[in-house]
């Protein structure tokens, strides 16, 4: 043993260590030295998602990239002088997980406005509205979030007015607690030009919906679906204060992402007139980006066409050298099941007593519309992010696929197709044949008992065969998960959890779930020759964990805890220094 310790320490003169030591090998790491490019990781329980080789010993790292991967004693032949050894103690390390789906920049801006209760009554939003008063006494535009649009319509009988009352001397928006709705006070109604549809008896801008008062038809201050941005984008115009604000809420996000082991996402936000782009472009430039980003560009109903497509050809980008990239388009073809505004094949149950035109649900662009976008959106580059809650809804985006298949010349681009709260059996299998991915959100309160309960009252026995995730995955559908945080959980762990023991459903290996957040991900976002496994050639974005999670219960899967993130090699999030 003298000898083996006098000899490496001859080849290695940088040594480091970090846990406890277990072995013939790690018997002779006593020493930490400065930091290096290049290091060594053992004593760890390596799953790599690969197929090669699922699991290892040991992986070689040199400057950011996946040099080795193999045993201990493998690896240990290859050192080089100046490599650290970096001892894990026994932890689980994995590929970083990727997020398809989320709102990081947005979650960061609801850590920072008035935050409101979900259901609440007159005296609760009084008492809340009054407290944070005080915090935004200087800016032109009062902002809020976190309220239940049907539930707020339920307690409060004139929003707006009520909303007056609180803030009479400049306009006020809540953001719900979904993105599908706002409640304005008059001055903002009258900002954004919603007061005239005062007198048009209904009628509704593109893509949104104004609410009026069931008995006298007055206009009640709440506006659901894309009605909503134009008051967003008056309230958080692209000014330098709001840019800067954009730009510190996504820090925020970030330490997030980071502290959950998240080492790639796709922002599925992308309002571009609000600057959040430029706030993206800068956390980049500035190095203060901790993830690779493959974010989308919202589209807008309401924008004309060849003026929108310019738009979008201007802001794209797409060099795979970058952490950051914007070639994701995000198209709403429909709203959401709660507030039956799913577009559904079926109407929904006569019990809502919905107008005519509304009875089996709600689409924002025309047929012929949403075709031509995502025809010249494909030309241009883009891979299409389709928002579909009802079936009617995943049936249009596959047949928008399908005609832009027919206008332009084959290319090997994915779309993909979120949420589906319902698919109907004659679409399953169009999924593969357009060679569409689906992207599943399945948190506990996506999927629990509580909710199916609360959408039958929508859609009926329909309720019963929420997000068939399981079974499209049997019909050889490819498949994403991703958090829709913050609207949803945020941590990944909590999400293999949920997938793993729901109550209908559920996936039975775990390793094929850890699939659908990593390697999966990366192969939808065009970078799986870069990330998703734990392979040769591959960037060193990992993620520590202080437990294997493929040798523990299921049910506590999700009380796990993330020790380091790496991207690219460099420690993002080491709360412990295991990597410093």
């Avoid at 903002?188 to 609410?211: H, K, R």
């Avoid at 840019?243 to 599925?268: C, K, P, R």
């Avoid at 593969?432 to 689906?438: A, G, P, Q, W, Y």
């Avoid at 506990?444 to 859609?459: M, V």
Wanted: proline share 5%.
């Amino acid at each position: 043993m003298k000898q083996i310790k006098t000899m490496l320490s001859r080849m290695i003169p940088t040594v480091k260590t970090v846990g406890f030591s277990v072995g013939l090998i790690s018997a002779f790491l006593a020493q930490s030295h400065a930091s290096s490019d290049d290091y060594l990781i053992l004593n760890a329980q390596i799953y790599t998602v690969d197929k090669k080789m699922p699991w290892a010993e040991a992986v070689l790292v040199e400057d950011g990239v996946i040099a080795a991967v193999g045993t201990e004693k493998q690896l240990f032949d290859m050192l080089q002088a100046g490599t650290e050894v970096i001892d894990l103690g026994g932890r689980m390390l994995l590929p970083g997980f990727q997020d398809p789906h989320l709102h990081a920049l947005e979650a960061g801006i609801n850590e920072t406005v008035c935050f409101l209760s979900a259901e609440g009554a007159e005296e609760v939003y009084r008492q809340e509205i009054a407290y944070c008063l005080d915090d935004q006494r200087d800016v032109s535009w009062f902002i809020g979030a976190g309220v239940s649009m049907p539930a707020l319509l339920g307690t409060v009988e004139s929003p707006m007015a009520f909303l007056d009352r609180l803030i009479p001397d400049r306009p006020a928006v809540i953001l719900d607690n979904l993105g599908h709705g706002a409640w304005a006070n008059t001055k903002a109604m009258q900002a954004v030009g919603y007061l005239d549809f005062q007198e048009t008896p209904g009628e509704n801008p593109p893509g949104g919906l104004i609410d009026r008062d069931p008995v006298s038809g007055r206009l009640t201050g709440v506006v659901f679906e894309n009605a909503q941005q134009k008051l967003r984008n008056a309230a958080l115009p692209p000014t330098k204060g709001n840019v800067n604000f954009a730009y510190e809420s996504l820090l925020q996000a970030l330490d997030l992402l980071a502290e959950n082991g998240i080492t790639t996402v796709s922002d599925a936000g992308g309002y571009w007139p609000r600057g959040h782009q430029e706030a993206w472009i800068r956390a980049e430039e500035e190095n203060l980006l901790t993830v690779r980003a493959s974010n989308a560009l919202y589209l807008y109903p309401d924008l004309p066409f060849e003026e929108q497509i310019a738009e979008f050809q201007k802001r794209y980008s797409n060099d795979p050298e970058k952490l950051l990239r914007f070639n994701q388009a995000k198209i709403y073809v429909d709203g959401i099941l709660s507030q039956a505004t799913g577009a559904l094949y079926q109407p929904y149950e006569a019990s809502l007593d919905l107008p005519k035109d509304l009875q089996r649900g709600f689409l924002y662009f025309q047929e012929e519309t949403l075709f031509d976008y995502v025809s010249a959106l494909k030309q241009l580059g883009f891979q299409v992010h389709f928002h579909a809650t009802g079936d009617r809804g995943v049936g249009l985006a596959l047949d928008a696929v399908a005609q832009a298949k027919k206008v332009n010349s084959p290319t090997d681009i994915q779309h993909r197709i979120t949420h589906l709260y319902l698919v109907d059996k004659k679409d399953v299998s169009r999924f593969r044949e357009l060679n569409v991915i689906t992207d599943f959100q399945l948190a506990p309160s996506s999927t629990n008992s509580d909710t199916k309960r609360y959408l039958a009252g929508f859609i009926g026995q329909r309720a019963e065969g929420l997000m068939p995730a399981r079974k499209l995955y049997e019909a050889g559908v490819e498949m994403v998960l991703s958090s829709d945080w913050d609207a949803e959980e945020l941590s990944p762990l909590m999400k293999i959890e949920a997938v793993l023991t729901q109550r209908d459903g559920a996936f039975d290996r775990v390793e094929t779930v850890i699939e659908m957040m990593t390697l999966n991900v990366a192969k939808l976002l065009q970078h799986e020759d870069k990330t998703g496994s734990i392979e040769p050639g591959k960037l060193a974005d990992f993620v520590v964990l202080d437990r294997n999670i493929l040798d523990i219960p299921i049910d506590e899967i999700g009380a796990v805890n993330v020790e380091a993130t790496l991207l690219g090699g460099e420690p993002v999030y080491d709360p412990e220094g295991l990597f410093k």
